[in-house]
């Protein structure tokens, strides 16, 4: 016991030099909830933007709406990363842009299209009986939407949406390839300095866990309050 | 020079066999992970489902701990753990997170089977094991093929961390090694669409299979 304080990557003075230096994942913390938000931001305009294409009874913007989701879902993030960081500044040098820009259009861009689909099938999952029920009581489709359609989708499209959170501030981890200071990048950096790397990495493990284990778990329960609701 | 000579510099035989080459790697280790994972995660998904018991917890603290930690840091312990910067290091970190994810998706289909099932097999004298492993399993597997076939496609996106983090060169490790080789904007964007355009034949082709097997099968 004594030995296994004192000395390994177990040691107690491991985790001491991490108290000391809690003020800088302090500061990673906060710029991954900052990244997470504003990503989310994005994610959110976009995927309301092509869901609602794809809901709409036009081809053409039908088409739009697919190819966009098709082509972020089925792209890894980090190419996106790596084209935005590496590719654009060579266009032209007015295309430099900031690691946290880069991690919130990327990743804005990535999670939009899971958002997409989720508003999409959440607006599929309501019956047509509901559309051609407005459509006869003289609702216009923007009415129909409004008051029938979207307060019954949105309960549908809750619980899927939730997940995406998770899975967005999971992925704001990528940041850390381009050298982007949030939690991932810290761990790494300051334990290849120290060699503190158990302590380093279960604070980091810890903390996008206090993140996400909440939502996934309201996740679950909204899922399962919706499975209540609709079977008697 | 020109666009022509800049394109027929890049897009040279030695030049696209390098590319496959790394393709080969990312679909290997995505498919033996996913396998892996599968087994792994069917087993997590049983005991998880159990009605209490030392196993039960633990597996569901494997399952909650693994899945709400980025895939990338489970990278970054599996090698700190190992060591070694191999293909067997990039397997074992990939199949330690799908693992998870697989496990939930399982015990998704074996809550969604039948409970007149199990009932019925009862009342001919299976045993409760005989019952998971001639009844209820196959139904389940069948019902979740679809969402662990589209788990592949997450896979094989996020084996792209891999060159940065061990060094092994998977297909977006080899298109990052070109890209440094041909400094050329034209160059390093060909580079990125033939890259993104193998990225998404694939997974494309992969994900549409999944939405088949929905339809069709399951």
């Given at each position: ?68 989701v098709e082509f972020f879902q089925n792209t890894p993030l ?32 990535y999670?939009?299209a899971y958002?997409?689909e ?115 | ?25 990312t679909l290997?280790?995505s498919f033996?992970s996913i ?59 990939f199949?330690?997170?799908t693992?998870?994810a697989l ?43 679809p969402a662990i076939v589209s788990q592949f496609v997450t896979v094989i996106k996020d084996t792209s ?38 990225y998404f034949v694939i997974n494309f082709s992969i994900s549409q299979f999944s939405r088949?097997l ?5």
């Amino acid at each position: 016991m004594f030995i296994i304080a004192n000395s390994g990557p177990f040691a107690l003075y491991r985790w001491e030099a991490l108290l000391k230096d809690w003020r800088l994942f302090g500061d990673a913390f906060l710029y991954t909830i900052l990244l997470a938000v504003g990503s989310l931001i994005v994610a959110m305009l976009l995927g309301i933007f092509f869901g609602s294409l794809s809901a709409m009874h036009n081809k053409l913007l039908n088409l739009i709406s697919r190819i966009y989701v098709e082509f972020f879902q089925n792209t890894p993030l980090l190419i996106q990363f790596i084209v935005v960081y590496y590719g654009f500044p060579l266009i032209s040098p007015m295309l430099t842009f900031s690691t946290t820009t880069i991690a919130i259009i990327c990743v804005g861009l990535y999670h939009g299209a899971y958002i997409s689909e989720v508003v999409r099938s959440g607006i599929g999952a309501v019956p047509k009986g509901q559309f051609e029920a407005a459509y006869s009581q003289g609702f216009s489709y923007g009415k129909t939407m409004r008051y029938v359609v979207l307060p019954q989708a949105w309960r549908i499209m809750l619980p899927p949406l939730t997940n995406q959170i998770v899975n967005l501030i999971k992925n704001t981890s990528t940041v850390a390839i381009i050298s982007g200071a949030d939690v991932m990048f810290t761990a790494n950096s300051w334990s290849s300095i120290n060699l503190n790397y158990i302590p380093a990495f279960a604070l980091a493990g810890f903390l996008y866990f206090i993140l996400c284990f909440p939502l996934a778990k309201l996740a679950r329960k909204l899922e399962e309050n919706n499975k209540k609701a609709y079977t008697r | 020079m020109s666009f022509s000579e800049q394109m027929s510099q890049l897009l040279t035989g030695n030049n696209l066999r390098f590319l496959f080459d790394g393709l080969k790697l990312t679909l290997y280790i995505s498919f033996v992970s996913i396998v892996l994972s599968t087994i792994f995660g069917t087993i997590l998904a049983v005991l998880r489902n159990q009605k209490k018991g030392p196993l039960k917890f633990l597996a569901s603290l494997y399952i909650e701990i693994v899945r709400n930690i980025p895939n990338l840091l489970w990278i970054y312990v599996i090698f700190l753990i190992f060591k070694i910067k191999s293909t067997p290091a990039g397997i074992v970190s990939f199949t330690v997170f799908t693992t998870a994810a697989l496990a939930e998706i399982i015990r998704g289909g074996l809550n969604g089977v039948d409970k007149g099932q199990k009932e019925a097999a009862r009342s001919q004298g299976f045993s409760n094991f005989q019952i998971l492993i001639y009844i209820v399993l196959p139904q389940a597997i069948r019902n979740v093929l679809p969402a662990i076939v589209s788990q592949f496609v997450t896979v094989i996106k996020d084996t792209s961390f891999l060159y940065s983090v061990i060094a092994l060169q998977e297909l977006f490790g080899k298109s990052y090694i070109l890209m440094g080789r041909y400094a050329q904007t034209s160059q390093v964007f060909a580079i990125y669409g033939l890259v993104a355009l193998m990225y998404f034949v694939i997974n494309f082709s992969i994900s549409q299979f999944s939405r088949w097997l929905s339809r069709n099968w399951a």
